[in-house]
C-alpha cells in the first residue's frame, strides 16, 4: 500500500508552481520578437525569392525573346545616338562635366548639350567642348582669345572660368592655340546635376557593373 506524505502528495513529488506573472509578460514579449524578426526576415528576402522564381519559371523560349527584346533597346539606343550625331555635327552631343573648373557657369555633374556645325564661326566668350592629343577625356572651356591667319584660318586660346591662367599648360608639348579641328562641340543648353550617376560609374567601376548587371536582369525578366 503506497504511502502519502501528510499533505496528501506522494513522497518525494513536487508540485510545479506557477510561475509569476511579471515573468510570462516576459516569456511571451521573447516570443512576439522572434515572431517579428522571422516576420520581418522573410519579407526582406521575398524579392529576392520572387526574382529567383520568376527566372525558374521561364521557359527556353521566353529567355530568347527577353535578349531579343534587350538587344533591341541597345540598337534603339545606338540608333537615336547616330541620329544626335548626325543632326547636332557632334561626334559626341550630349557629355557630362567632369570637374569644377568652369563654376560657376557649370557645375560637376552638369549635362552638356553641344552642337558642332561647320558653318558657325567660334567667338570670344563661347564655351568650346575639345580633345587634346594624349588626352582621352574632352575638356569645357570657354575661348579666351582668337588669332587669325591672312588666309582665314582661325586659332583659339581657351580657360576654364574657375582657374587662374589659361589652358596652354593643357595643351600638347608646343603647341599655344587650338584649331576648329581640335573642337567636339559648342556648349548650347545644359540639364543641372542630372549627369552626377555617370561621374559615380567613372570613379567607381564596380558600381558601374552592378548597375549595368541589374538593368540587363530587369529587361530579362521583366515580361510586359
Known amino acids: 500500500m503506497p504511502l502519502w506524505s501528510a499533505a ?27 515572431g517579428r524578426k522571422r516576420r520581418g526576415t522573410r519579407a526582406a528576402a521575398m524579392p529576392w525569392l ?28 545606338l540608333m537615336i545616338w547616330k541620329g544626335l550625331m548626325v543632326v547636332t555635327g557632334s561626334e559626341s552631343p550630349i557629355v557630362v562635366v567632369l570637374s569644377g573648373s568652369m563654376e560657376p557657369a557649370f557645375h560637376r555633374g552638369d549635362l552638356l548639350f553641344l552642337t558642332n556645325r561647320i558653318e558657325d564661326p567660334i567667338r570670344v566668350g563661347e564655351i568650346v ?17 582668337i588669332h587669325e591667319k591672312q588666309n582665314g584660318d582661325i586659332k583659339f586660346l581657351t580657360k576654364g572660368d ?9 595643351y600638347k608639348r608646343g603647341q599655344h592655340w587650338l584649331e576648329k579641328k581640335d573642337v567636339v562641340g559648342r556648349a548650347r543648353g545644359f540639364v543641372p546635376y542630372i549627369g552626377i550617376v555617370t561621374i559615380l560609374m567613372n570613379d567607381y567601376p564596380k558600381f558601374k557593373y552592378a548597375v ?3 538593368l540587363g536582369l530587369f529587361v530579362l525578366v521583366h515580361r510586359e
Open 129 to 145: 567642348v575639345f580633345r587634346i592629343e594624349g588626352r582621352e577625356i574632352p575638356i569645357v572651356h570657354r575661348v579666351l582669345k
Open 162 to 170: 574657375n582657374n587662374a591662367v589659361d589652358d596652354r599648360g593643357l
Open 8 to 34: 496528501g502528495d506522494p513522497p518525494g513529488w513536487q508540485r510545479d508552481e506557477p510561475a509569476p506573472p511579471r515573468a510570462r509578460k516576459r516569456k511571451r514579449g521573447r516570443k512576439r520578437k522572434r
Open 212 to 214: 549595368l548587371f541589374l
Open 50 to 77: 520572387d526574382f529567383l522564381d520568376d527566372v525558374r519559371r521561364m521557359n527556353k523560349r521566353q529567355l530568347y525573346y527577353q535578349v531579343l527584346n534587350f538587344g533591341m533597346i541597345v540598337s534603339s539606343a
